[in-house]
């Protein structure tokens, strides 16, 4: 299911997967999303598709503030149908259907991305994101939202662990309401695009300390 998918989407080099709840309990999340949703396609310059789970909130909110560009699609069980985003609804995001139920779709959706962004989310987002981590996938979390992406719900705890394409203060931006909503999405952004094109990024810092 997951090759099949993954040719669907037209056989990207990263797939990204939009991980979150259905409601926003915490007031700062959605501006943050928002943010997110503008910054981060462009800086990643076509090369990733994203994949959320056609649910209203999280996925939702991401999917409509997308610039009209970016390779996004909705994965839901077979017979499901988003109620947003569609490109017969006037956006830019597609359906696609694996799993014969919702239970069977999340494990599917677990498998397929490279890279999970977590916003707030319950127990299932928990789930999803543990089993995308233990098969080595990278898992990005906003601590900031609360949720499961704060570490509740035994989200795995080494998701909190900076990684070293991660600078201090970017890693305090997705943790910390002092930053504001462009500020977490630029160093979310930035953390993503050095996974993504790391040889891009090498040459900006090699040109950064060359005073070029």
Same mark, same amino acid.
């Given at each position: 299911a997951v090759a099949r998918l993954r040719h669907e989407l037209g056989d990207p080099q990263w797939v990204v997967c939009i991980l979150g709840g259905r409601d926003f309990a915490c007031k700062q999340t959605e501006p943050v999303l928002k943010a997110v949703a503008k910054h981060l396609p462009p800086a990643l310059k076509g090369k990733a598709v994203f994949v959320t789970g056609g649910m209203p909130g999280v996925h939702k909110i991401f999917v409509e503030n997308c610039p009209d560009s970016t390779q996004i699609f909705n994965l839901l069980h077979r017979g499901g149908?988003? =109620?947003?985003?569609?490109? #017969? =609804?006037?956006?830019?995001? #597609? =359906?696609?259907?694996?799993g014969t139920d919702l239970k069977e779709r999340m494990s599917i959706f677990a498998q397929l991305g490279d890279i999970y962004l977590a916003f707030e989310g319950g127990p299932g987002v928990s789930q999803e994101a543990t089993a995308a981590f233990k098969r080595g996938a990278k898992v990005l979390a906003l601590p900031r939202s609360g949720g499961a992406s704060s570490g509740k719900f035994d989200f795995p705890k080494e998701a909190f662990d900076r990684p070293s394409v991660a600078t201090e203060k970017q890693w305090e931006a997705l943790s910390s309401p002092r930053f504001s909503p462009d500020e977490t999405a630029s160093a979310l952004a930035s953390v993503v695009k050095r996974w993504v094109l790391p040889e891009e990024e090498a040459a900006h810092r090699l040109r950064s300390e060359l005073g070029q």
């Open positions: 149908k988003s =109620d947003f985003g569609t490109c #017969e =609804d006037g956006f830019h995001a #597609e =359906d696609v259907h694996a």
